[in-house]
C-alpha cells in the first residue's frame, strides 16, 4: 500500500482575524489558509499544492458561530427583493462566521427553522466525522475538482499533468484553452439561491459582495477572492422562501455531487414572484439559469411552469466528462432533478411521470 505523505510546511496559528490577514500579507502566495483541512491535507498529500504556509484559522474564534444580524450591505435597501418585507429595524436574516463547523451548522435552531434546506444540505456533505472537522469557509472556498485533478501523483505521472497542475493541455478537452473542472461544494449552489451575501477581509480592508460574485467560471481560478483575503462570514437573509436542495452521486454518503440542484421560490397570492434555480458540480462555478427563473416568475408554479423551467435547466447545463457519473447522463438529471426540486419546494407532490 502506497502511504500518501504530507510534504514540509510551516504552521502559523493566530488567534485574531487581523493576525491571519497580517499572515497571509506577510508570505504571500508561499501561503494558504486552512480551515478544517478536509481538502487542503488531501491536496498537500496528492502533491497539488505545496505551501511554504499554512495559516490556520481553526483558533480564530470570532469566525465561528451563528447570529441573527442585519444585511451588511451598505446599499441593501436598493438590493432588497420585491416580496421582502419591510424593514422593522430587526435582524432580517443570518450571519454564519467562516470556520464555523459543518456540523454546528446542521444542528443550529435558527438554520433548521428559517433554512431546512441549508441543515439538509450540509447532511448531505461528506460524512459526519468530515463535518466534524469542515467549515463553512472551506465549503464554500473548496477547490475545483476533476476525475484527471484529484489523484496521487503517482497515478497523474502515468496519465499525464493537465494544465491544472504543471501540464499544458486539458485531459476532458484536449483542444480547450480553459480548465473545466467543477465546483463540486454543496453549500454555494445552496446559498446562491438563498442570496447570500459574503463579507471578506485583509490587511487592506474588507469588501462585501454577494456570494455569486465570488465565484466565475474557471476551473483554475474559480474564486474571485484575492489571495490575501479571508472569507470572514457570510450573511442568508430570511425571504420567507421555499426551498429545496437534491444532490446526483454515486453512493449517497461520502461522494462528492456529479449535479447539485438547488431551488428557492417565493408564491404570494399564487403566483411565483421570485425564483433561484442554481446548478452545482456542472460547471467551476454555481450555475445560476436565469432563463429557467423567467419561466416560473410572474404566474402560477403550476405543471407547466415546472417543466419549462426544468427545460431550460436542461437547456443551459453543460457538464463535463470530469465527474464520477456520464456528462449525459448527469444533464438528463438536470431536467429531472429540477422538477423534483421545484415540486418538493412548493409543497407539491412527486410527479408519477
Ligand atoms: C472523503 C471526502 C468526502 C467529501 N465529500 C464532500 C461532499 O460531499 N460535499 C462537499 O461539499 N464537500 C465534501 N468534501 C470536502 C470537504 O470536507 C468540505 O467541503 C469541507 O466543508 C471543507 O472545509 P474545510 O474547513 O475542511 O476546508 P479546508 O480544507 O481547510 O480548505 C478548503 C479550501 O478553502 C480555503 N479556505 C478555508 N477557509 C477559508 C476562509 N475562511 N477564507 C478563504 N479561504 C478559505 C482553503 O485555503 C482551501 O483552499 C469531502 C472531503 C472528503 C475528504
Ligand atoms: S478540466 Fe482539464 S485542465 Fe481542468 S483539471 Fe480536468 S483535465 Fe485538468
Redesign the pocket.
Known amino acids: 500500500m502506497t502511504v500518501l505523505r504530507l510534504p514540509p510546511f510551516d504552521l502559523i496559528a493566530p488567534r485574531t482575524v487581523a493576525e491571519a490577514a497580517d499572515a497571509l500579507a506577510h508570505h504571500g502566495p508561499s501561503a494558504?489558509?486552512?480551515?478544517?483541512?478536509?481538502?487542503?491535507?488531501?491536496n498537500l498529500k496528492r502533491g497539488l499544492a505545496a505551501p511554504d504556509v499554512l495559516v490556520s484559522?481553526a483558533g480564530v474564534e470570532s469566525?465561528r458561530g451563528i447570529r441573527p444580524a442585519a444585511d451588511p450591505r451598505p446599499s441593501a435597501n436598493g438590493l432588497r427583493g420585491p416580496t421582502r418585507p419591510p424593514s422593522t429595524g430587526a435582524p432580517e436574516g443570518i450571519t454564519i462566521g467562516?470556520?464555523t463547523r459543518?456540523n454546528r451548522l446542521m444542528a443550529d435552531p435558527a438554520v433548521c427553522q428559517s433554512f431546512p434546506v441549508i441543515r439538509e444540505a450540509v447532511s448531505?456533505?461528506?460524512?459526519p466525522t468530515?463535518r466534524r472537522?469542515?467549515?463553512?469557509?472551506?465549503?464554500l472556498?473548496?477547490?475545483t475538482r476533476c476525475t484527471y485533478y484529484n489523484r496521487p501523483a503517482l497515478w497523474r505521472e502515468g496519465a499525464g499533468d493537465c494544465m491544472k497542475h504543471e501540464g499544458d493541455v486539458c485531459r476532458v478537452a484536449p483542444g480547450g484553452e480553459r480548465c473545466w473542472a467543477t465546483l463540486?461544494?454543496?453549500?454555494p449552489p445552496v446559498l446562491v439561491a438563498l442570496d447570500a451575501v459574503v463579507r471578506l477581509t485583509s490587511a487592506r480592508g474588507d469588501r462585501v459582495l454577494a456570494l455569486g460574485d465570488l465565484y466565475r467560471d474557471d476551473g483554475l481560478t474559480h474564486l474571485t477572492?484575492a489571495p490575501d483575503?479571508?472569507?470572514?462570514e457570510v450573511w442568508v437573509p430570511v425571504w420567507g422562501s421555499r426551498a429545496a436542495f437534491l444532490k446526483l452521486?454515486p453512493r449517497c454518503a461520502?461522494?462528492?455531487?456529479s449535479l447539485g440542484v438547488a431551488v428557492a421560490v417565493d408564491v404570494a397570492d399564487g403566483i411565483c414572484r421570485r425564483a433561484r434555480i442554481v446548478l452545482g458540480a456542472v460547471a467551476s462555478h454555481p450555475l445560476r439559469v436565469p432563463a429557467a427563473e423567467a419561466a416560473l416568475c410572474d404566474r402560477a408554479p403550476d405543471a407547466t411552469a415546472i417543466r419549462a423551467a426544468a427545460d431550460a435547466a436542461y437547456d443551459a447545463a453543460r457538464p463535463m466528462d470530469n465527474a464520477d457519473q456520464p456528462p449525459a447522463y448527469r444533464r438528463q438529471m438536470v431536467r429531472v432533478m429540477v422538477a423534483r426540486a421545484l415540486r418538493a419546494a412548493l409543497g407539491q407532490p412527486p410527479s408519477t411521470r
Open positions: 494558504r489558509l486552512i480551515a478544517g483541512g478536509t481538502d487542503v491535507l488531501p484559522l469566525l467562516a470556520a459543518l448531505q456533505i461528506a460524512t468530515l472537522m469542515g467549515t463553512v469557509g472551506g465549503n472556498c473548496l477547490d463540486s461544494a454543496d453549500l477572492l483575503e479571508i472569507l470572514a452521486r461520502v461522494d462528492f455531487a
